[in-house]
């Protein structure tokens, strides 16, 4: 990360979302608080063969009546996700982009598997004999969604994908925040958008990493995650101008932090060392003390080993005594896993929990395990005084990355 003499604060002051218990601001921010569950049968492809077959799907419908029949034909369904996530946000640009710039503002996506379902449509009919679409695969690569974007709104700034797996999207946050503070951005689009694909869900069943059911992250009977797609968007500017232009201050991005585990393809470090550290350094980075968090939005994936090490890593940063006054929520029992977008739709839960003062629960929490033995806010969202809040994504690989935010303090 980039050290500047001259710490520009860097706000958030936008949000999109397209999630399955949401596809509006309004209504996600509704069902996160009420604990609704989005997890349920996936109809984009037959899922009978799969042992983990629900999924975190966003209605066809919602997509049907956002997009014409030719965007619908010719955009991805990662992208289109990312579209319609901006939709809502970007409903008058120039209200949004008001007197800033174009190629000042960037555009600064977390990419996964992109438009592998698009890859997926246009070779089964290859494969049968039949004849498909080869501009079909114009949308199908990681990095068309931040095209489109800068496109659609003639945002002719900085312009990267980044694909670490399930910490993309949040060390977008990060690299955003980078670019606001240092001055090379007046405003940065942070985004991502994950849809589902068949080859997504039959690699995590051949993992056996997969809930029958529905996640239960952090409880004793956990039997593995849920698939989920989505895409969020976080607009970013610089504190001063945002409030010069009368803009929403939704939280504050105090710093970041990304590391490797250096440990494992698929398994993250047992007792949690890259989790830890990567925590430790956001919080430096930050320059806020671990003991002035209030609220951590955990990775919580639901697996028996990445919540074992996560619970881990909170309690030797913070100390037992610390670390169980801390409410810790994983907002992936509603969403499920959302994968190269997890990142980002996990840390608008967060700028959400920091504005209304309120922590979301982790829903399907029945048995506790003594292994995982925090306050995971059960059931119900908690109002909770708090000031401080970090956003936790671990990836495969050991990609790890941590986002601390603030609420907003007017100066």
Not at 312 to 329: D, N, P, Q, T, Y
């Amino acid at each position: 990360m980039i050290n500047h003499q001259k710490k520009r604060r860097v706000v958030v002051t936008g949000l999109g979302i397209a999630s399955s218990i949401g596809t509006s601001l309004t209504v996600f921010k509704q069902n996160l608080f009420n604990g609704v569950c989005g997890i349920g049968p996936v109809t984009l492809f037959d899922t009978s063969g799969y042992t983990g077959s629900p999924g975190a799907q966003i209605p066809d419908a919602a997509l049907q009546a956002a997009f014409s029949p030719r965007e619908l034909t010719r955009c991805s369904r990662c992208d289109l996700l990312g579209l319609l996530a901006a939709k809502e946000l970007l409903v008058d640009s120039e209200e949004v982009f008001r007197d800033c710039p174009r190629e000042k503002i960037g555009v600064i996506m977390g990419g996964g598997a992109g438009g592998m379902l698009t890859w997926e449509r246009h070779r089964r009919p290859l494969w049968l004999g039949k004849k498909s679409r080869p501009a079909a695969l114009l949308s199908a690569a990681c990095g068309t969604l931040a095209d489109r974007f800068a496109n659609t709104y003639g945002l002719g700034g900085l312009r990267t994908t980044i694909a670490t797996a399930c910490s993309s999207s949040a060390t977008a946050i990060g690299y955003g925040f980078d670019l606001i503070r240092s001055g090379s951005q007046e405003m940065v689009l942070a985004a991502g958008s994950e849809a589902f694909s068949e080859l997504t869900f039959s690699g995590f069943n051949s993992l056996r990493v997969v809930d029958p059911e529905y996640c239960k992250p952090f409880d004793k009977n956990r039997q593995g995650l849920s698939l989920g797609e989505g895409a969020a968007i976080l607009i970013l500017e610089e504190y001063e101008r945002a409030v010069r232009h009368g803009k929403t201050l939704y939280a504050e991005v105090l710093g970041y932090a990304v590391n490797s585990d250096a440990y494992h393809m698929t398994a993250p470090h047992p007792e949690g060392a890259g989790m830890m550290k990567v925590m430790e350094r956001a919080l430096k980075n930050a320059e806020i003390a671990p003991e002035a968090v209030d609220y951590i939005n955990a990775h919580g994936t639901a697996t028996k080993a990445n919540d074992q090490a996560e619970t881990l890593a909170i309690k030797r940063l913070f100390g037992e005594h610390k670390a169980r006054r801390l409410a810790v929520s994983s907002t992936k029992s509603m969403v499920g896993h959302c994968l190269g977008a997890a990142g980002i739709v996990e840390g608008l839960a967060t700028v959400l929990a920091l504005a209304g003062q309120k922590a979301p629960p982790t829903i399907h929490y029945q048995t506790p395990d003594p292994a995982c033995d925090l306050d995971y806010v059960p059931n119900q969202a908690r109002s909770l005084n708090m000031q401080i809040a970090l956003s936790n994504s671990f990836a495969f690989g050991g990609n790890n990355t941590s986002v601390v935010f603030r609420r907003v303090e007017k100066s």
